[in-house]
Every structure is written in C-alpha cells, then in structure tokens.
C-alpha cells in the first residue's frame, strides 16, 4: 500500500499540462505610410531578406524636395532683409536721438515760432513711426522666417518618411506595388524581427500562480528556457484563459508547431 502511494504521489509529480504553439517571429509589425504618393521602388525580391540601411520602399517626394530647395532659398532672402532692416533701424535710432535732442533745445525758446515748433515735433513723431514701423517689419519678418522653419522641418521629414527604413529586420511582406498612389495610414509592408522567437501558450487559471517556476520542455526535451511574458488578465478571444509567452533563441524554421510542457523542477 506504501509503495503503490510513493508511485502515485511521484506521477503526479511528473504529471504535467501539454500545450502547442506556433514558433512566431519575436516581433512583427505592420508598417502604415505617414505620407501620400506615389510608389515609386518595392521589391518583392527583398521579401525574406535582412534589410540595411537602404530604403526598402520609395515614394515619390520630388515636390517636397523642390518645394525644400524655394524655402532655403527664401529664408536666406528674408535674413538678408532683416539684416538691411536693422542696420536702418541703427540709423533711425541715432536721427531719433538727435531730432528729440533738438526739440527740447527749441520747444522753450521764445524766438521760435509756434509753426516752427510744431513742425519740429510732427518731424520727431514721423522719426518714432518709421522706427516702430521698422521694428514691427523686422518682428513680421522673423514670424515669417519661424513659420517657414516649421514648414522645412515638416518637409524634411515628410522627405524622409518617403524612404522606408528597418535595418536589421526581415521584410515579412510587401502590401504595395510600383505605381500605386498611398495615403496616409495606407499599409505598406510588415516586417519581423527574427533575431529570437516567441512561443504563446494560454494557461487554464490553476496554472497561472506558479507558471514561472516551471521548467519547460519542447518537444519532449527539457530546457533552459522561463515564462518570459505572463498576463494576469483572461485573454479576451480564448476565454478563461491567461496567455503566458516564451522567448527563446533564433530558431532555423519558423511558423512550425512545437510541443511544450510545463513541469516542477
């Protein structure tokens, strides 16, 4: 009786849930252009390949780039007036200087006539206006120069996000050809991390509290390997169920359907 207890109590030790998952790329994401235009580059010969640096999609930005090239050449016109604006404004403020100087000498003096006065002192107040008026053209200019600024950095990047870029990561696929106009939000490709891969399990609600002192075995062979990711919340398709993931190293295939085991130590 002693023995057939020992050999109950060691098989529910080694009892243990079988779960299987797909072998899934550690990450893939699907790529929606910022930008409208035309696609201009996309090979479907790189689908599979590990991108670089060199954009994987082209969309036509030649608008953008003339419409950059008039920018920089209008803020260079419009620094260039701001420059003669101040030197003038210079100038102003010393004739103001010496006007309002020389009012106060003659505003007093009896042997200066009323029409003689008043016309220095209009003269002074049409000195203040011209250097205000020159003031507020300068302000007017550097607003000008600021929207233009925004409108170059909006550009440059509009430039940029028509090049797609993923260095390092493996183009899964390919939503969009040469020649097909895209919108903003269109999608335009997925890509995928490969460098590890992501098994996904979901646990029944007694596995879940202990689930990362488990040793996993995959396919029958035990490993190294932890619940990496465990959601304590019930996933909202398999219900009741809690989803509990595990990275593990760069597989050579991916997408095959692998056996796992969660077992005591």
Request: proline fraction near 2%; hydrophobic fraction near 40%.
């Amino acid at each position: 009786m002693k023995i057939f207890i020992v050999l109950l109590f060691m098989v529910s030790l080694s009892y243990s849930k079988v779960y299987y998952s797909k072998v899934d790329p550690y990450e893939i994401r699907e790529i929606s252009s910022n930008v409208s235009g035309v696609v201009l580059f996309a090979d479907e010969n790189l689908i599979g390949e590990k991108l670089s640096n060199k954009p994987y999609i082209i969309i036509d930005s030649k608008l953008d780039e003339q419409e950059l090239k008039f920018i920089k050449d209008k803020l260079i016109y419009l620094e260039n007036i701001i420059h003669s604006n101040e030197n003038i404004l210079k100038n102003q403020k010393e004739t103001l200087i010496k006007k309002r100087t020389n009012y106060e000498k003659i505003k007093s003096l009896k042997i200066k006539s009323i029409v003689e006065k008043d016309r220095e002192f209009y003269d002074l107040i049409n000195s203040e206006n011209q250097l205000l008026n020159t003031q507020k053209e300068i302000q007017n200019l550097k607003i000008q120069i600021t929207d233009l600024k925004l409108r170059e950095a909006r550009l440059k990047r509009s430039v940029e996000d028509k090049r797609l870029r993923a260095k390092n990561f493996t183009l899964y696929a390919l939503l969009v050809k040469p020649g097909q106009v895209v919108n903003i939000s269109t999608p335009l490709a997925k890509i995928a991390d490969i460098s590890k891969a992501v098994l996904t399990i979901y646990l029944d609600e007694d596995d879940v509290e202990n689930a990362k002192k488990k040793v996993v075995y995959i396919d029958g062979k035990k490993t190294s390997y932890k619940i990496s990711r465990l959601v304590n919340i019930a996933d909202f398709k398999n219900i009741s169920k809690y989803m509990a993931q595990i990275i593990i190293k760069q597989p050579k295939l991916f997408s095959k359907l692998v056996k796992i085991e969660l077992k005591d130590d």
